[in-house]
């Protein structure tokens, strides 16, 4: 790993760890969805039904006031919250987690469907025209109108230019790269270069274009996606009710170690299934309000039962699909073939096997930041000693170690069959430097048996069915739809928030630095992309919960007034 590498990625870990990864931020993000479910007496039971008549158009005027239908605001949304979360970031956190996280990400969606409902009702109701005569809205205009907080509108409204890139457009176009060249062997550049100038033609034309694209793509990448999930279950049918009682076991207990996964402990797989329920229904987070702000409504209340529907069909429904997908095909504990990214790679002093229990033990503790003397593993308790990570020289031999002084952990799994390579693929002879776990000699890369995670994770699950390879397809496909449409969503995103920063004038060289973060991200390391949306995503959540808790009373009122009303 380069000097530059290590220093981003040590910047962007430490701001994980004060922000997404944080202890307390999946208790205030599941805190504030669970204090409005009680406030508002369980509104996303209570107004199912009525959410689904609204979208249907039965209950409003066709000569409101805004850009678009209920239908088209709402599959803007979804097209801005379906997308690499359900297929990759599934994937990620169970990777993470095990079971358990899957449990956390249905608890997220659940009191994020009141989470979604409260957030689009009130910036619903404080949206604006710009300049331009189109709708302008989002938790920026809440918080200076409603707040009267300036300061803080202007804060999430640049958190929400960061987390387009990092959110919305990076890991988009970085999966779906990832997938075609897995699939189709197509140079991730290439399918980044096509890709992103596709994406220019279509963000050029703004909201309304944006919205019938989202409305004609939304619908098929749904159908595609679930073919091919069902074909997996069907499959797997015996292992299917096993996964489901995993999920709900090892949901206050952590995951635990099994095939190659080390185990995950309650507090990891909380927070890495909270985490990742955001990234993929984005409750909470500010980003969907803005695309319902578009929506031709007489009451902002109507558009915010709309979005009711984006949480259970975005995790409860397809994240739930991907979920068993994966828990039941087995993969996620199965070790496949791949080149190490550096940044999932770990070189450690001394011998370690996941057949020891022992060895597991100690690593388990390792890799969750367990920092007790003795952990728990299938019942029995093991003393912790410590791991440390190796620093010197070592000898390799045709692209093998000659000794036994180091263990290779990737993607958080002792790596088997691990070859040393050279920049042209030939197995590597000679002496190799090792400082704090990197390798540090350049030009060399490591090849081996390792866990996998993110969209490759989905792939290989997607195999194991009647379809064969051809399963894989299905992901690759759905990948692309799920992944350039969100990109389009989060690009409209960006303009609402650079409109209400500096004006108009500034929306067009957004959109072409959006552009050109699309293509470039689809030459960068998976696991640093993800680290880069962990925190953006924090920077706009945290303002924007703590903007609709203020307006508690006033949530409240609106839903009273529109009830009396109809």
């Not at 909201?207 to 997996?232: D, E, H, Q």
């Not at 299938?378 to 070592?394: H, I, N, P």
């Not at 640093?528 to 949530?555: D, F, H, K, Y």
Request: negative net charge; contains cysteine; proline residues 3%.
């Amino acid at each position: 790993m380069d000097v530059f590498t290590m220093g981003v990625e040590n910047v962007l870990l430490t701001l994980d760890g004060l922000l997404g990864s944080a202890f307390y931020f999946p208790y205030v993000l599941l805190g504030v969805g669970c204090f409005f479910t009680i406030y508002l007496g369980f509104p996303q039971v209570r107004y199912f039904k009525r959410a689904w008549g609204v979208l249907l158009g039965h209950h409003t005027r066709a000569d409101a006031e805004g850009d678009t239908t209920h239908l088209q605001a709402l599959s803007t949304a979804l097209s801005g919250t379906v997308g690499t979360g359900n297929i990759g970031g599934v994937a990620f956190a169970i990777f993470l987690g095990g079971p358990a996280a899957l449990f956390w990400m249905w608890a997220t969606a659940f009191v994020g469907m009141t989470t979604k409902f409260v957030e689009v009702t009130i910036s619903h109701k404080y949206r604006v025209k710009d300049d331009k005569g189109e709708i302008a809205g989002g938790p920026m205009y809440f918080m200076e109108r409603g707040l009267n907080m300036k300061w803080l509108a202007v804060f999430f409204a640049a958190a929400t230019v960061l987390s387009t890139l990092g959110s919305g457009n990076m890991p988009q176009s970085n999966n779906m790269a990832e997938g075609l060249n897995a699939s189709f062997q197509i140079p991730t550049w290439v399918s980044g270069l096509a890709f992103a100038t596709l994406l220019g033609l279509v963000i050029i034309g703004g909201i309304k274009r944006i919205a019938r694209v989202a409305t004609a793509i939304v619908p098929a990448m749904g159908i595609l996606y679930a073919i091919g999930a069902f074909a997996v279950l069907a499959t797997n049918y015996h292992e299917v009710g096993p996964a489901f009682v995993a999920v709900f076991r090892d949901a206050f207990s952590g995951s635990a170690a099994t095939g190659g996964f080390l185990g995950a402990t309650f507090a990891y797989a909380f927070n890495r299934g909270v985490n990742r329920g955001l990234f993929s229904n984005e409750a909470g987070q500010g980003s969907a309000p803005i695309a319902h702000a578009s929506a031709r409504a007489d009451e902002p209340v109507s558009e915010g039962l709309v979005s009711i529907l984006e949480p259970f069909l975005d995790t409860l429904v397809i994240c739930t699909l991907t979920g068993i997908v994966i828990l039941s095909s087995g993969v996620w504990k199965d070790k496949f073939d791949n080149e190490f990214d550096s940044f999932d790679t770990q070189l450690l002093a001394g011998i370690y096997t996941d057949s020891d229990p022992q060895h597991v033990a100690n690593l388990h503790a390792y890799l969750n930041g367990v920092d007790a003397e003795t952990v728990t593993l299938d019942g029995v308790s093991y003393d912790v000693a410590a791991v440390e990570r190796a620093t010197g020289t070592f000898a390799i031999d045709d692209g093998r170690l000659a000794g036994d002084g180091i263990t290779v952990l990737h993607k958080r799994s002792i790596a088997e069959d691990v070859r040393f390579l050279t920049a042209g693929g030939t197995p590597f002879s000679g002496i190799i430097e090792v400082g704090n776990g990197s390798l540090v000699t350049p030009g060399i890369t490591l090849r081996g048996k390792s866990l996998v995670h993110s969209v490759r994770l989905t792939s290989e699950a997607f195999k194991r069915s009647f379809f064969g390879e051809y399963g894989q397809y299905a992901v690759t496909v759905g990948l692309v739809l799920f992944a350039f449409s969100t990109a389009i969503a989060w690009s409209y995103y960006g303009d609402r928030a650079i409109t209400y920063l500096f004006g108009t004038p500034w929306v067009m060289p957004y959109r072409g630095v959006y552009v050109l973060a699309f293509f470039l991200a689809t030459i960068l390391d998976t696991s640093l992309v993800w680290l880069v949306s962990a925190v953006t995503l924090a920077l706009m959540a945290l303002p924007n919960l703590v903007g609709i808790v203020l307006l508690c009373r006033e949530m409240k009122a609106a839903v009273r007034d529109y009830w009396q009303g109809n």
